[in-house]
């Protein structure tokens, strides 16, 4: 009786022991199949732990700057004259903080141009009081910017496998820096004598050329440094482990009229305060063009109408070719705009451009 006890006992223990090695087993796989789905349906972000994915890249650009104004090829924010097209320079750094998110600051150089000589037809019935009025500048950009950067296509992973290609869109909010010049002249037009600063490119913004610094015009001068806004589209391709090579175009909206330093009115030139800003502001009387010295078409009928009819003031009809208009300098109605065309490349920090990356 007690051997049988003593293994109906131990048979008792036996199962359950068994049973909860079981128990314990099932739970086991519970957690297990909770976690890998977990796991299969996770789709990045910051707060649910991509910091592990994200990543910095630092890289340099090469850009293509197009201005779009008042010394345009036709009067209207989608005009600009190719040929003027000039190179810029720039240093961005970008981070990645999503899937599809990015935060990158940039600074870049470069140079904006026009000229009525040789954007303005006078044949061209609007065009002609711009070909009269044969003003040139350039303007030298120096831009900072933060942006936002969507990808179009998500990637949830490491940068070792990124996609081969990527388009984006972007925007943000832009400081720049600017200081439009213009050519002087050989002689004074309005003189005959020879200028002291003849051949040189001078600062056209302290001259006050639409009356800015003239007692009782009630025009402000403009500020050197201004806001804008820029926005536009690219694609990014994976050149290897290490770098990227992005194609971009942005586009920037501006909240003022004088990258140009043109966007008013033509003022009476006894009330300027120099003779220098007397001869930048009015250079409808040259006989030849501001900087390739070609002789220009004065004897067109509709360019001399233009050239002959002033007011009292002896101001010439402006922009446009409404008979009102009759000493409008340039477009206020509408702001200047630059558009910049980027070549970036891009390398991914931490990684190795010789060999494998360095954090898998």
């Given amino acids: ?193 020879a200028l002291e600063d003849a051949g040189k490119w001078i600062a056209l913004e302290p001259l006050g050329t639409e009356g800015q610094y003239s007692d009782g015009s009630g025009v402000s001068p403009y500020k050197k440094v201004q806001l804008a806004v820029p926005v536009g589209i690219g694609v990014r391709y994976k050149v290897n482990e290490s770098l990227d090579v992005e194609v971009e175009v942005g586009y920037r909206h501006l909240f003022f009229d004088h990258l140009d330093d043109v966007g008013g009115s033509y003022v009476d030139l006894n009330t300027l305060n120099s003779d220098l800003a007397r001869v930048m502001s009015d250079r409808s009387r040259e006989l030849t063009a501001v900087e390739s010295g070609e002789t220009r078409d004065l004897t067109n009928p509709l360019v001399a109408e233009i050239v002959n009819r002033r007011d009292a003031n002896n101001l010439i009809r402006g922009y446009g070719s409404n008979a009102n208009n009759t000493n409008i300098r340039g477009n206020s109605n509408d702001n200047d705009i630059y558009v910049i065309t980027s070549i970036r490349v891009n390398y991914i920090l931490g990684s190795s451009i010789f060999g494998k990356a360095k954090y898998r």
């Fill in 1 to 193: 009786m007690k051997k049988l006890l003593f293994v109906s006992t131990l048979l008792t223990l036996f199962f359950i022991s068994e049973y909860e090695l079981m128990a314990q087993s099932r739970s086991r796989s519970r957690q297990i199949r909770a976690q890998s789905k977990r796991i299969s349906t996770y789709r990045g972000g910051v707060a649910g732990g991509f910091g592990k994915k994200a990543y910095t890249t630092i890289g340099f650009s090469v850009n293509a700057l197009n201005y779009f104004g008042d010394l345009a090829p036709k009067a209207g924010a989608t005009s600009t004259d190719i040929s003027f097209t000039r190179p810029g320079f720039g240093l961005h750094l970008h981070r990645k903080i999503g899937s599809r998110y990015w935060v990158r600051g940039s600074l870049l150089y470069g140079r904006l141009k026009g000229s009525d000589f040789s954007s303005a037809n006078p044949d061209d019935e609007s065009a002609r009081f711009r070909y009269v009025r044969n003003l040139q500048f350039r303007n030298d950009i120096f831009e900072f910017s933060a942006q936002g950067v969507i990808d179009i296509t998500p990637h949830h992973g490491t940068f070792l496998g990124r996609p081969t290609f990527t388009p984006y869109v972007f925007g943000g909010i832009a400081v720049f820096y600017h200081n439009p010049k213009g050519l002087v002249p050989e002689t004074d037009v309005n003189t005959g004598q």
